[in-house]
C-alpha cells in the first residue's frame, strides 16, 4: 500500500528557510517519480518540484528555481524539499506526489493528473 507523509511545515519571515519531508512507504524511490504541488487559498494547485530517480533528474517551477531544492535518500524513503529565501507568496499547503515511473517524464511532470498518490500535505506559511 503506498503512503506519503509530510512534515516540516511552520511558520517563518520573509527570508526564511524550511525544509520539508516526505516519508514514502510501499514502493522504492528508485522506482516512481516523487514531487511536491502546493495550493494557496483562492489559488490553483501548482507544481512545484519534482526528483525522478530512475531518469537522474530534478525539476522545479519557475517560481522556485534557484530557492528550493529536491533530493531523495533512498535508505530512509524520503524525500526532501529544501526551501531558501522563502517569500509570502510561497504560502501554501504543500502535498508530496507520487506516479507511475513513465519515459519523457519532464514533458510530464506539472500535470497534476499524473500523479496517483498524494499525501495529506503540510502547511506553509511566510509572514512577518
Known amino acids: 500500500q503506498v503512503q506519503l507523509v509530510e512534515s516540516g511545515g511552520g511558520l517563518v519571515q520573509p527570508g526564511g528557510s524550511l525544509t520539508l519531508s516526505c516519508v514514502v512507504s510501499?514502493?522504492?524511490?528508485?522506482?516512481?517519480?516523487v514531487g511536491w504541488f502546493r495550493q494557496a487559498p483562492g489559488k490553483e494547485r501548482e507544481a512545484v518540484s519534482c526528483?525522478?530517480?530512475?531518469?537522474?533528474?530534478?525539476y522545479y517551477a519557475d517560481s522556485v528555481k534557484g530557492r528550493f531544492t529536491i533530493s531523495g535518500e533512498n535508505l530512509k524513503n524520503t524525500v526532501y524539499l529544501q526551501m531558501n529565501g522563502l517569500k509570502p507568496e510561497d504560502t501554501a499547503v504543500y502535498y508530496c506526489?507520487?506516479?507511475?515511473?513513465?519515459?519523457?517524464?519532464?514533458?510530464?511532470?506539472?500535470?497534476?493528473?499524473?500523479?496517483?498518490?498524494w499525501g495529506q500535505g503540510t502547511q506553509v506559511t511566510v509572514s512577518s
Open positions: 506526489v507520487t506516479a507511475p515511473r513513465t519515459a519523457t517524464w519532464g514533458a510530464f511532470w506539472k500535470d497534476s493528473t499524473r500523479y496517483d498518490y
Open positions: 510501499g514502493f522504492r524511490l528508485a522506482n516512481r517519480p
Open positions: 526528483i525522478s530517480r530512475s531518469a537522474g533528474s530534478t
